[in-house]
């Protein structure tokens, strides 16, 4: 199994979405992929509207902690995917305190549809739904160590994969619907006050590219990831703190990789880094991962 996640990178150094999601890998039928995945993220420079600064009240803010992920393949084409992200964050500077608790649930329904062989190209069309919601009872109006942006969202992707012999090419594309959420406040300022304490948060698009080498026992792949909100955010004011609702685009460069243990072929180590380098109100992040995920069949004719 192989574990890609989908970071924003917001000004939460907030680590979202999961493995085998945003891949064209698929579990077969009745078997089960599990593991966990260490990872840390942090940034000290970041991008207040479109002015690339530091805050010296911040230093660098940081988020670690697992995220445990399962992978069940309900039927050749059709798998389940869920994530359980744990996150501490913290501030080298000034007074705000780090927060640590589950950030969001995420569940994901992954479908194929189509996978046809013509030569020595395979070709394969991927769907996928998702839906995540807060996993604590975290504040998100209290950013940048907030856990999360708390809002219930839907997501929407659509994947296409080529591979000729053991190289490969990705290119999908996800709308991320955002649901409203509440803050501890009776009124806030955006680009114009509200006195309530519910919050519109903008949808987002997001377009994911990643290439590389793909065989059984080994993947190593680039990643170009590119992030744009929609209608509806804002940029930060000079010198104040984020808010949820910001606008908050972030274009990644990454690499990631899987090695499958040639003597324990259930046993499969993944690690990557990537990094933000260019956003709207979002940190300027660096970051990494390494995991272990284990594979169980539950066929027993297949065993």
Same mark, same amino acid.
């Given at each position: 199994?192989?574990?890609? &996640?989908?970071?924003?990178?917001?000004?939460?150094?907030?680590?979202? !979405?999961?493995?085998?999601?945003?891949?064209?890998?698929?579990?077969?039928?009745?078997?089960?992929?599990?593991?966990?995945?260490?990872?840390?993220?942090? /940034?000290?420079?970041? /991008?207040?509207?479109?002015?690339?600064?530091?805050?010296?009240?911040?230093?660098?803010?940081?988020?670690?902690?697992?995220? *445990?992920?399962?992978?069940?393949?309900?039927?050749?084409?059709?798998?389940?995917?869920?994530?359980?992200?744990?996150?501490?964050?913290?501030?080298?500077?000034?007074?705000?305190?780090?927060?640590?608790?589950?950030?969001?649930?995420?569940?994901?329904?992954?479908?194929?549809?189509?996978?046809?062989?013509?030569?020595?190209?395979?070709?394969?069309?991927?769907?996928?739904?998702?839906?995540?919601?807060?996993? @604590?009872?975290?504040?998100?109006?209290?950013?940048?160590?907030?856990?999360?942006?708390?809002?219930?969202?839907?997501?929407?992707?659509?994947?296409?994969?080529?591979?000729?012999?053991? #190289? #490969?090419?990705?290119?999908?594309?996800?709308?991320?619907?955002?649901?409203?959420?509440?803050?501890?406040?009776?009124?806030?300022?955006?680009?114009?006050?509200?006195?309530?304490?519910?919050?519109?948060?903008?949808?987002?698009?997001?377009?994911? *590219?990643?290439?590389?080498?793909?065989? @059984?026992?080994?993947?190593?792949?680039?990643?170009?990831?590119?992030?744009?909100?929609?209608?509806?955010?804002?940029? $930060?004011?000079?010198?104040?703190?984020? *808010?949820?609702?910001?606008?908050?685009?972030? *274009?990644?460069?990454?690499? !990631?990789?899987?090695?499958?243990?040639?003597?324990?072929?259930?046993?499969? $180590?993944?690690?990557? &880094?990537?990094?933000?380098?260019?956003?709207?109100?979002?940190?300027?992040?660096?970051?990494?991962?390494?995991?272990?995920?284990?594979?169980? !069949?539950? !066929?027993?004719?297949?065993?």
């Amino acid at each position: 199994m192989k574990k890609i &996640y989908l970071c924003f990178f917001f000004l939460i150094p907030v680590m979202m !979405n999961a493995q085998t999601d945003i891949d064209a890998l698929m579990m077969k039928k009745n078997d089960f992929c599990f593991g966990a995945v260490y990872q840390y993220s942090s /940034w000290d420079k970041y /991008w207040e509207g479109t002015f690339k600064r530091e805050n010296l009240n911040l230093g660098t803010v940081s988020s670690q902690g697992p995220a *445990f992920m399962g992978d069940y393949g309900i039927l050749d084409k059709l798998n389940f995917l869920l994530t359980v992200p744990y996150i501490e964050t913290k501030a080298t500077a000034g007074t705000m305190k780090g927060q640590k608790g589950i950030q969001d649930l995420t569940f994901t329904l992954k479908y194929m549809p189509i996978k046809k062989n013509i030569g020595n190209v395979q070709y394969s069309l991927i769907v996928l739904g998702s839906y995540s919601t807060p996993g @604590s009872d975290y504040a998100a109006d209290y950013l940048p160590l907030s856990l999360g942006l708390e809002s219930n969202t839907g997501t929407l992707r659509l994947m296409g994969d080529v591979q000729y012999n053991h #190289f #490969f090419a990705t290119l999908s594309g996800a709308y991320v619907k955002r649901g409203n959420i509440t803050i501890d406040r009776n009124s806030y300022l955006d680009n114009e006050i509200h006195y309530t304490n519910e919050v519109d948060m903008p949808d987002l698009i997001n377009v994911n *590219f990643r290439f590389g080498y793909r065989s @059984s026992k080994l993947i190593a792949e680039a990643i170009i990831d590119n992030s744009v909100t929609q209608s509806g955010g804002f940029d $930060i004011t000079k010198n104040n703190m984020p *808010f949820p609702s910001n606008t908050m685009n972030a *274009f990644k460069l990454g690499v !990631n990789g899987k090695y499958t243990v040639i003597k324990q072929p259930e046993l499969a $180590i993944v690690g990557g &880094y990537n990094v933000v380098t260019e956003g709207r109100n979002v940190g300027e992040a660096t970051s990494f991962y390494g995991g272990i995920f284990y594979l169980i !069949n539950f !066929n027993k004719k297949n065993n």
